[in-house]
């Protein structure tokens, strides 16, 4: 029978997270300062930053593949068991143009998503014949259960060949030569360019005076010819080897965040999986951007109950340190995690792109 589960717990920040959207970004972002990071108000001035749930369940649906990808070439001995459409399913929920949703499909959606736990749990905006398929699994954002000031990076890339000089032995002669020539044209467009803004804004003060604007026209395009010539002339890029880095805010490390997720009306075979998912991911625990900067790594820890209509029934709870395999404590998560197993060592599974063909209503 369908149950629906609570899972409540939290993340720990062990690295800093870092994580904007494209909204975010463009609201209280711009190109001299950070790169924000989400953040909510509670009560009057109380303000707490959170990672997205969205980018979370990105995450969890990733590791869900990876799952069902290594126990399918494992089942099939096939390495790459998977078609391109079929990735595209079961990473990102479809692609628009893989087939037309078929309204007599809705009689047989629920043999696709026993064939397909994934599928179930996390939806799919173009699944076939099936087309929109809602997911079953709820990922709420995580957030900062204290408030807290973002941590800022910031930094500047530099010329290696300026700062180490013992490099320009191994370069050519023509090369040295397009080095100077370089340097000496990006110095002359600095001046030309910051010439070029104090027109811009001269222009813009100037807007009423019809003739003394078109003056200012006329030399902003001579300026911009001239800026072009010197590019031309030297070589020298849009953007300079050297230059300061956008920098980017962060929620800071040793911090906890409240979690939870739901999954509704769902089967022993998704919690399973999801279990399985959550050990993939315990793996490898590294959420948003700036990997490479030494952001992103988490630790977590959730009770797990089952909801009824007689109650709440306890369950068990999960965890996991950085880097190491999922503790899981409770004999119904034990079972629901072999009952994934038998269910993948059946001839249940079917990762194909939803069809009418051979599917019973």
Known sequence: MPATYDITGHLFSVQPLATCSKDLR?????????????????????VHLYFPGTGIRGTLRRAARDVLRA?????????????????????????????EANRASVAVEAAWRERN??????????????????GRLSVGNAICDKPCEPVV???????????????????????????VARSQGNRSRAALQRQLKDLEGALKRNRGD????????????????????????????????????????????????????????STEVELGLLLYTMNEFALSPVLGAHYAAGCGLVS?????????????????????????????HGEPLSAAMRAFDEWMASDAPDFSIPHMDGVEA
Not at 27 to 34: N, Q, S
Not at 309 to 328: K, N
């Open 26 to 46: 463009d609201r209280a972002g711009g190109p001299e300062k950070p790169v924000p990071v989400p953040s909510m108000q509670f009560g009057s001035d109380a």
């Open 71 to 99: 126990r399918e070439s494992a089942r099939r001995g096939n390495p790459k068991p998977f078609s391109l459409d079929q990735h595209y399913l079961l990473t990102l929920g479809g692609i628009k143009g893989v087939a």
């Open 117 to 134: 736990p994934l599928l179930s749990l996390f939806g799919a905006g173009d699944a076939g014949v099936l087309g929109f398929v809602e």
């Open 153 to 179: 990076f910031s930094g500047a890339r530099t010329d290696d060949l300026y700062r180490d000089k013992a490099q320009l032995a191994y370069l050519s002669d023509e090369d040295l030569d397009s080095l």
């Open 210 to 265: 019809v003739e003394k604007a078109e003056g200012l026209r006329a030399q902003i395009a001579e300026l911009e010819a001239r800026i072009g010539d010197v590019k031309k002339a030297t070589g020298t890029a849009d953007v300079s080897v050297g230059m300061p880095l956008a920098g980017w805010q962060a929620i800071p490390p040793g911090h906890v965040l409240t979690h939870r997720m739901i999954l509704a009306q």
């Open 300 to 328: 977590g820890a959730w009770e797990i109950t089952q909801v009824g209509r007689e109650g709440r029934q306890p369950l068990g709870h999960i965890s996991f340190e950085p880097l190491a395999p999922l503790a899981v």
